[in-house]
């Protein structure tokens, strides 16, 4: 049972390329999300899905794209790097959230991304 | 806005002593109350989630207070160990949004 697996750890883009980052859960959770933390800055939510097929835009989702076609997995994709992209990005999973009850989210390792 | 502010920023103790950590949150109403710990480099880690009901919860020398009348929550670590050096996430859940909402953190260094 890996948790929640990010990948790459380290990523260094220049102004204007794409890439994806990567986020696989292996515990059959519905409910996953990407978050970018700044220095000074709470986490924020970039984007999150509530489950196969549903994705929906957080606080702070210009300038990335997400997918989920698998339960398994979340993609975030940058389309063209800038960068004030430059931050540390973590994809978190938990069961379905619901207002009465809670879960217990479980967050990656984090990927520290550089755009230069 | 609802906002979920932590104090101090930063706390430096000597191993062996106790600290609190606090958080201040704007939430209302909310679900439930959250501590993370956060190590240098890696990803933050639940210590306890707490509700509205809830007063007091413990996870080992850790134990999580909160006031929901005043809504303040404390983190108090007792007896501290050099593995407690990282950062401490207060996080509030957003009944109508289901969303978390974080606080900047407090950062704790304890020195031998």
């Known amino acids: 049972n890996a948790g929640v697996t990010q990948t790459p750890k380290f990523q260094v883009l220049k102004t204007g390329q794409s890439m994806t980052l990567q986020c696989a859960q292996d515990?059959?959770?519905?409910?996953m999300s990407w978050y970018r933390q700044d220095p000074g800055m709470g986490l924020r939510l970039i984007h999150y899905?509530?489950?196969?097929?549903?994705?929906d835009q957080g606080e702070v989702p210009n300038g990335y794209n997400v997918s989920r076609s698998t339960t398994e997995d979340f993609p975030l994709r940058l389309l063209s790097a800038a960068p004030s992209q430059t931050s540390v990005y973590f994809c978190?999973?938990?069961?379905?959230?619901?207002?009465?009850?809670?879960?217990?989210?479980?967050f990656g390792q984090g990927t520290r991304l550089t755009v230069v | 806005k609802n906002q979920v502010e932590q104090s101090p920023q930063s706390l430096i103790i000597l191993e062996g002593k106790n600290c609190t950590l606090q958080?201040?949150?704007?939430?209302?109403?909310?679900?439930?109350l959250r501590w993370y710990k956060q190590d240098t480099g890696r990803g933050p880690v639940s210590l306890t989630i707490?509700?509205?009901?809830?007063n007091t919860k413990s996870n080992g020398r850790y134990t999580a207070t909160l006031d929901a009348d005043t809504k303040q929550s404390s983190l108090h670590i007792t007896a501290s160990q050099l593995s407690d050096s990282a950062s401490y996430i207060c996080?509030?859940?957003?009944?109508?949004?289901?969303?978390?909402?974080f606080g900047t953190g407090t950062r704790l260094q304890v020195f031998p």
């Open positions: 978190a999973s938990s069961y379905r959230w619901d207002r009465v009850y809670f879960t217990e989210a479980f």
């Open positions: 515990m059959n959770h519905e409910y």
């Open positions: 899905s509530v489950g196969a097929g549903i994705t």
């Open positions: 958080c201040n949150y704007t939430v209302s109403p909310f679900s439930n």
């Open positions: 996080v509030v859940s957003d009944p109508y949004s289901d969303k978390l909402i």
């Open positions: 707490m509700t509205f009901s809830e």
